[in-house]
């Protein structure tokens, strides 16, 4: 029979087998997470491409089912794209119309806007005649139209080369021609066009992702090794059953 001090010796020693985690296997759900996050990481310019596609063609739905006849289903366009856009016709792209762009002095000659107050002026859609605006401004068109160039750019270009990061002091130069042209619209001191909200807008947009997409790489690239390293080091501590 064994002693009190050998009962307390056998009490202090650690039970045996395999240390607490040694071959616990992962949960399922989180190497699923993982996977997830790894695939967004690895596909994410596909999808921010894929996204700026869909904003800026959706809203040139909005006139093609009004000239097909089908106002309502129009209106649905227009109704979401207006907390994104002014949607003033005098600043948008018309479809089917005499011209794809028209002056306040052009829609008020036609008689078509009775009231040139912004409230009333953005409500106006088009008719059979000038043609039917596009749910969102020149100005944006070009902004997210140069996204998704420069997107579809930088996915070549990082195939080749290590894309570098562009100057705060550089993107602020091209942020000057948009603020310009926008304020000294908005404060009536000038009236833009259709051409200087195209150029500004692009300039805008393109700055914008050579500014963010070589950040945006480098911390994807970062999850998918951080990811992948997690993912090997779980499956190599699962105990495989043997043969």
């Known amino acids: 029979m064994p002693s009190r001090q050998q009962v307390s010796d056998m009490d202090s020693q650690p039970a045996s087998g395999p ?16 996977r997830i996050v ?44 207006l907390p994104t856009c002014h949607q003033l016709p005098d600043r948008s792209y018309f479809l089917f119309g005499d011209k794809a762009v028209y002056t306040l002095a052009d829609l008020e000659a036609a ?13 106006y859609i088009g008719d059979e005649t000038l ?7 020149e100005r944006d068109i070009a902004i997210y139209g140069s996204m998704l160039i420069g997107g579809l750019m930088f996915a070549v270009a990082r195939k080749r080369w290590r894309i570098p990061r562009l100057p705060i002091g550089i993107y602020v130069l091209f942020l000057l021609p948009i603020a310009i ?5 908005l ?26 997409y ?12 951080t990811t992948e ?9 699962i105990e495989r059953p043997g043969i």
Not at 38 to 59: C, K, Q, S, V, Y
Not at 112 to 118: A, F, K, M
Not at 181 to 185: A, I, K, L, T, V
């Open 131 to 137: 043609g039917y605006k596009v749910a969102i401004c």
């Open 19 to 34: 240390p607490a985690g040694r071959n616990r296997t992962p949960n399922r759900a989180t190497r699923l997470g993982d």
């Open 187 to 212: 404060f009536g001191l000038r009236t833009s066009n259709w051409f200087l909200r195209t150029v500004t807008g692009a300039l805008f947009g393109l700055a914008t992702i050579w500014l963010t």
């Open 38 to 81: 790894m695939g967004i990481a690895r596909h994410w310019l596909a999808i921010a491409n894929l996204a700026l596609f869909t904003f800026i063609a959706l809203p040139f739905a909005a006139p093609i089912l009004m000239r097909a006849g089908m106002p309502r289903a129009a209106r649905v366009f227009y109704t979401i794209y």
């Open 229 to 237: 390293a997690r993912l090997a080091q779980e499956t190599g501590q």
């Open 181 to 185: 042209d926008g304020f000294s619209q």
């Open 214 to 225: 070589p950040y945006v790489q480098e911390s994807m690239d970062d999850i998918v090794l």
């Open 111 to 123: 008689g078509v806007l009775s009231d040139t107050s912004v409230l009333q002026r953005r409500k």
